[in-house]
């Protein structure tokens, strides 16, 4: 007979589960989630906390908003489940208005974010095989240093990062990496043979990096002369994070093709897609992609109620004003234990002067306020959207403590 194994009641005993029973493949803070609401979580202690990272903006709309719980179980009581072998009266709705929403002309619908850029990266190989003419087998695709799309084996084939990358090889080929923000590389590095250009319109994982203001805009622009496409990565600067729909669009620049996830789910679950032009999505047919979960009811219910809720405006709206306020109140600390700030909307990067971003963090946590590091000395700070200029304070002056 097996053993009956006592249930987990403390921190220490969950945290000691997770030692034991879970591969290591992540540091997280030593704080053990029970419940939340809005932008607070409450731990198996009871004790509250300010959440300041919101799941790498998987948490946009905050924890547990009513509409998506709402949308969710109702979906829940009905169908879950059909796989794409069969229509469900959930998917061509979501579609449609997620294309509307964005103002693109078809969706291609997966779970995670690196379902969606892997699914990117496949439709543009095609695209160039088939449309612009690329021998088979030979189109490349242009990214950037510091960039960060997900931890599958072809993404971290062009990483930078050599967390991400060592230890994983044989890479996959077919790829070019240029640095983030030089025009005249990018324009060096464009062939015949490209395919497409890869870009976050803001680095989050680098520390949520701004590119120089005309960038972006070069970048439409060489992609133009050369049929080359413009693949957006907006699975964390999308949906309102910055105070628009997509970061891009503080550019005034359009892309062939976006991908989303992380908030498309709504924090409930994962959700992603591909998002663009009918002759480049367009390219896929029958058996040659798809996921068993890609665009189940279950999602797609949950992902229509996150564009009622962008569609308001009400989210961007907020990301603008209180992300006015807290890189308002970032700058102050600056020259106090901050070097430098730079991000956009509810989004920071702060570089700190004299500790690690680590150590930063776990001072935060023992405070109440979670977020985390990311790049040795630099925090990430990405609250969700329905935060209050009070809760911004309280977090702004917690870090001002720390670092004091």
Known sequence: MTATVPPATTLPDHIALAEQWSTHNYHPLPVVVAEAQGAWVTDVRGRRYLDFLAGYSALNFGHRHPALVAAAVDQLGKLTLTSRAFHHDQFGLFCRELAELTGTDLVLTMNTGAEAVESAIKVARKWAYEVKGVPADTAEVIVVGGNFHGRTTTIVSFSTDPTARDGFGPFTPGFRVVPYGDTAALQAAITDRTAAVLVEPIQGEAGVVVPPPDYLPAVRRLCDAND??????????????????????????????????????????????????????????????????????????????????????????????????????????????????????????????????????????????????????????????????????HGIDTLAQVIA
């Open 228 to 393: 080359v496409l413009l693949i957006a990565d907006e699975i964390q600067s999308g949906l309102a994070r910055t105070g628009t729909l997509f970061a891009l669009d503080h550019e005034g620049v359009r892309a062939d093709l976006y991908t989303l996830g992380k908030a498309l789910g709504g924090g409930i679950l994962p959700v992603s897609a591909v998002v663009g032009r009918r002759d480049v999505l367009g390219v896929l047919r029958p058996g040659e992609h798809g996921s068993t979960f890609g665009g189940n009811p279950l999602a797609c219910a949950v992902g229509r109620a996150v564009v009622r809720l962008l569609a308001t405006g009400e989210f961007q709206e907020r990301s603008t004003t209180l992300g006015a306020h807290l890189h308002g109140r970032l700058g102050d600390l600056v020259g106090h234990g901050v070097t430098r700030v730079h991000g956009r909307g509810l989004w920071a990067g702060v570089e700190l002067t004299d500790r690690t971003g680590r150590a930063a963090s776990e001072a935060l946590m023992a405070r109440g306020v979670l977020c985390k590091e990311t790049h040795g000395t630099t925090l990430r700070m990405a609250p969700p959207l329905v935060v209050t200029e009070a809760e911004i304070d």
